[in-house]
């Protein structure tokens, strides 16, 4: 059975730092599509980086500079690195995978959340001003 599990969320002060990590058990990790999502209080859940099996990354404009996307295949965890943390970035922030590459047959995957097929419980950032 496939399982992400979620970890390193917590509050942070505007301008700090987080690493989040998510353990992936039960696929072939190395050839799936995978991403981070978010889901701010009274918000839809919005696509924040996607990492493909070759490496090619992905990021929504509001973290672009900010935040690093990262796989290790040997480990199957995949990172997310967020420098410079604000107020706006809390949020739960959820794991993804796709059984497939970010891109197929010319369409693009990267945050489209429905294309997605696993997905993990979830870990709460918060970021004080």
């Known amino acids: 059975e496939v399982q992400l599990v979620e970890s390193g969320g917590g509050s942070v002060q505007s301008g700090g730092s987080l690493r989040l990590s998510c353990a992936a058990s039960g696929l072939t990790y190395s050839a799936y599509c995978v991403a981070w999502f978010r889901q701010a209080q009274g918000k839809e859940r919005e696509g924040v980086a996607a990492i493909d099996s070759d490496d090619s990354t992905n990021y929504a404009d509001s973290v672009k500079a900010r935040y690093t996307i990262s796989r290790d295949n040997a480990k199957t965890t995949l990172y997310l690195q967020m420098n410079s943390v604000k107020p706006e970035d809390s949020a739960i922030y959820y794991c993804?995978?796709?059984?497939?590459?970010?891109?197929?047959?010319?369409?693009?995957?990267?945050?489209?959340?429905?294309?997605?097929?696993?997905w993990g419980q979830g870990t709460q950032v918060t970021v004080s001003s």
């Open positions: 993804a995978a796709r059984a497939g590459p970010c891109t197929y047959g010319g369409v693009r995957f990267w945050m489209v959340s429905r294309a997605y097929n696993h």
